[in-house]
């Protein structure tokens, strides 16, 4: 029997806190279409498992090490059963610093065949560059990406 959409997502948030990528990426169809319209840089979507796992294998890691854990989870099932929404947020440390973060996440994933093959994340960035000691960077580059989007001056 294959996995529900709930038992996928749970699977999914795990293996991210858990950091175990190679396995995170086989919970997606070959073809799928996550996107992150929250994402303040405008990601294009990722349509396909080679490019989650060079989303999620990136290379190394850089910057501190975060501790972090699923918590507040609640699954809301939809008249479709392959829809899901999913309320969270990953809430840990900064394991070099000792410093808590939490960072909010909904998630509305479309799973089918116990594959996620559509995903919307809408993640707090700005709160993950924060944990990551990003901020200042992701800042910059917001700015200089939406520089063009501002009305002009009145």
Same mark, same amino acid.
């Given at each position: 029997?294959?996995?529900?959409?709930?038992?996928?997502?749970? #699977?999914?948030?795990?293996?991210?806190?858990? %950091?175990?990528?190679?396995?995170?990426?086989?919970?997606?169809?070959?073809?799928?279409?996550?996107?992150?319209?929250?994402?303040?840089?405008?990601? $294009?979507?990722?349509?396909?498992?080679?490019?989650?796992?060079?989303?999620?294998?990136? /290379?190394?890691?850089? /910057?501190?090490?975060?501790?972090?854990?699923?918590? #507040?989870?609640?699954?809301?099932?939809?008249?479709?059963?392959?829809?899901?929404?999913? %309320?969270?947020?990953?809430?840990?440390?900064?394991?070099?610093?000792?410093?808590?973060?939490?960072?909010?996440?909904?998630?509305?994933?479309?799973?089918?065949? /116990? #594959?996620?093959?559509?995903?919307?994340?809408?993640?707090?960035?700005?709160?993950?560059?924060?944990?990551?000691?990003?901020?200042? $960077?992701?800042?910059?580059?917001?700015? $200089?990406?939406?520089? /063009?989007?501002?009305?002009?001056?009145?």
């Amino acid at each position: 029997m294959t996995d529900t959409p709930r038992e996928v997502f749970l #699977k999914l948030v795990h293996g991210v806190c858990e %950091e175990r990528w190679a396995d995170v990426v086989e919970l997606y169809a070959e073809q799928t279409d996550v996107s992150h319209p929250f994402f303040p840089l405008d990601a $294009e979507p990722m349509r396909s498992r080679d490019a989650l796992r060079a989303h999620f294998g990136g /290379g190394p890691a850089q /910057g501190p090490t975060l501790r972090r854990q699923p918590t #507040k989870i609640n699954v809301h099932e939809t008249t479709d059963p392959e829809v899901i929404v999913a %309320e969270f947020q990953y809430e840990g440390t900064v394991v070099e610093t000792g410093a808590p973060f939490t960072i909010p996440g909904v998630f509305v994933m479309r799973v089918r065949d /116990g #594959k996620i093959v559509e995903s919307r994340d809408y993640l707090d960035h700005l709160r993950s560059a924060a944990a990551r000691g990003q901020l200042p $960077e992701v800042l910059d580059a917001i700015r $200089e990406h939406h520089a /063009g989007d501002a009305p002009a001056p009145r």
